[in-house]
């Protein structure tokens, strides 16, 4: 009995030898959500329809547990008899225990616009968020540029983020850029149709897990290592069905999600950037571009979900 229960006993002792199963694998890559466009952008959109996108967005990401921070256009609350109700929008945002940045009052391309008109737009671009998030001592720290664009030259855009840091603001740069908007206003079409709008989902989704495919190999070409993502999405009708899944497959390439300032932590972010024109790109591509270096294309959008999205007249 005692032999057999050594027996046993070194048995198992060598199956846990042999095969105790590995530590869960730390997340090999790291990803910081950004939400762009709050409180909300799509087709549409009575203040009813914000209230439903709003709700859904935040309860999917708090079932997801993920850090965001989300960048607002305040215009988008100054409507007659609806700015307590749109402000409430912004409020629920900070309710949630979530970062928030400025994008500017009314989202003009720095482009186009001149300087100081530019610099007027963040002024008041945040004002009531700052007062929102007061009652928690928090501020806004991040500004991200509308359209990704940093400005028409050189010039203008180291001006422009000089002034920002005087003003207290880090820029909010993005890794993961991408055609979401094309396939949130197909999906927004689509409404009342739940199998396209399923369709356009599903295509949604592999189109990022793609797209991430392309962003983290330029990541890898750059610097020889993963480096810690920041994805850019929107705070549509699309993702607030449908962000649940996105995430899923953001987990399933390797991601933990970490807050923008982790993320702003990698030194990568510390590189050279000297692009400035109309595009308003990835800054993987800035930092290409910069050294000189190619950058391939980004994989392309469904082009029947094009079609949905902009359909011939
Ligand atoms: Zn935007």
């Known amino acids: 009995m005692t032999r057999l229960l050594l027996i046993a006993a070194v048995t198992v002792a060598s199956a846990c030898a042999q095969e105790a199963p590995a530590p869960e694998p730390a997340a090999e890559r790291t990803m910081a959500v950004t939400i762009d466009d709050l409180p909300f952008v799509g087709l549409g959109g009575d203040l009813a329809h914000q209230q439903r996108v709003t ?20 215009g988008k609350l100054d409507v007659e008899g609806e700015r307590r109700a749109r402000t409430a929008l912004v409020q629920a945002w900070v309710d949630a225990g979530l970062d928030l940045g400025n994008h500017t009052r009314d989202h003009p391309s720095l482009f186009d616009t001149p300087l100081a008109a530019f610099q007027d737009q963040v002024r008041r671009g945040a004002p009531i968020t700052n007062r929102l998030l007061a009652a928690r001592g928090d501020s806004v720290r991040y500004f991200r540029h509308p359209y990704l664009n940093t400005g028409p030259d050189l010039e203008t855009k180291r001006a422009f983020e000089a ?55 330029l990541g890898r070409d750059l610097f020889g290592r993963e480096i810690a993502h920041v994805l850019l999405i929107h705070a549509n009708a699309l993702n607030a069905d449908h962000l649940g899944a996105l995430l899923a497959m953001f987990e399933r390439r390797g991601y933990g999600f970490v807050s923008l300032d982790r993320a702003l ?23 290409a571009l910069t050294r000189g270096l190619p950058f391939g294309s980004e994989p392309p959008v469904d082009p029947w979900v094009e079609d949905v999205a902009y359909p011939e007249p």
């Open 265 to 287: 932590a990698d030194p990568v972010y510390q590189s050279d950037d000297t692009y400035a024109g109309r595009a308003g790109i990835s800054w993987l591509q800035r930092w």
């Open 163 to 217: 002034w920002l840091v005087g003003e207290g603001y880090t820029v909010a740069p993005v890794t993961h850029d991408n055609a979401e908007y094309v396939y949130a206003r197909a999906y927004d079409r689509a409404a009342g149709d739940q199998a396209l709008q399923a369709r356009i989902a599903d295509a949604y989704v592999a189109y990022m897990d793609t797209t991430a495919g392309y962003y983290e190999a």
């Open 55 to 74: 709700r859904d967005l935040l309860a999917q990401i708090a079932a997801a547990g993920v850090p965001v921070t989300g960048f607002v256009n305040e």
